[in-house]
T-cell receptor, first 115, second 111 residues
């Protein structure tokens, strides 16, 4: 069974460009989480969804960041315009909300470098 | 209130030794405490987890010790192996889906 799938795995872009990161949830999961990982700030939750509905977006840095779930199995995280300080590894994770322990399964991450 | 404090930041252990990583939390509403293991270039993966109704959980060489009154929990890795070299994160969850992660511990096990 496939795990969480993220694309692209690596992205290099120039400041000011739009960046779109993609995530496919594990089949049957109903919660989706976007995280950002940096050396300075560790693993930060940006936003999470339950059943396609955004529940907590308090971690989204600013209006330049937006996330959507156009359907139950897919999500995008968009940064427009991108800035060098957005350089980080972005992970999405999915879980089954009804499960008692609700294990989050992480994807392999997208390594973003904004020049 | 939502923070989880983790220590040490880095740890070097000899092969066969015991690795111990500690975490402390403040929010008494947390009721699920997982540990995640992350290898370079990979996403974190669940290693072991515990609920506060037990004081210890063991899975193979990995043990979580939980002290509810002190609001602390720790990961013990017995007979540490070079393949255990990774970054370890403790986390805590309350009634919602949100996990609060510690800062991470980079473990190096020397051969």
């Amino acid at each position: 069974d496939a795990g969480v799938i993220q694309s692209p795995r690596h992205e290099v872009t120039e400041m000011g460009q739009e960046v779109t990161l993609r995530c496919k949830l594990i089949s049957g999961h109903n919660s989706l989480f976007w995280y950002r990982q940096t050396m300075m700030r560790g693993l930060e939750l940006l936003i999470y969804f339950n059943n396609n509905v955004p529940i907590d977006d308090s971690g989204m840095p600013e209006d330049r960041f937006s996330a959507k779930m156009p359907n139950a199995s897919f999500s995008t995280l968009k940064i427009q315009p991108s800035e060098p300080r957005d350089s980080a590894v972005y992970f999405c994770a999915s879980s089954l909300r009804l499960a008692a322990q609700e294990t989050q399964y992480f994807g392999p991450g997208t390594r973003l470098l904004v020049l | 209130q939502q923070q989880v404090k983790q220590s040490p930041q880095s740890l070097i252990v000899q092969k066969g030794g015991i690795s111990i990583i500690n975490c402390a939390y403040e929010n008494t509403a947390f009721d699920y405490f997982p540990w995640y293991q992350q290898f370079p270039g990979k996403g974190p993966a669940l290693l072991i987890a515990i609920r506060p109704d037990v004081s210890e959980k063991k899975e193979g060489r990995f043990t979580i010790s939980f002290n509810k009154s002190a609001k602390q929990f720790s990961l013990h890795i017995m007979d540490s192996q070079p393949g255990d070299s990774a970054t370890y994160f403790c986390a805590a969850k309350g009634s919602g889906s949100r996990l609060t992660f510690g800062e991470g511990t980079q473990l190096t096990v020397n051969p």
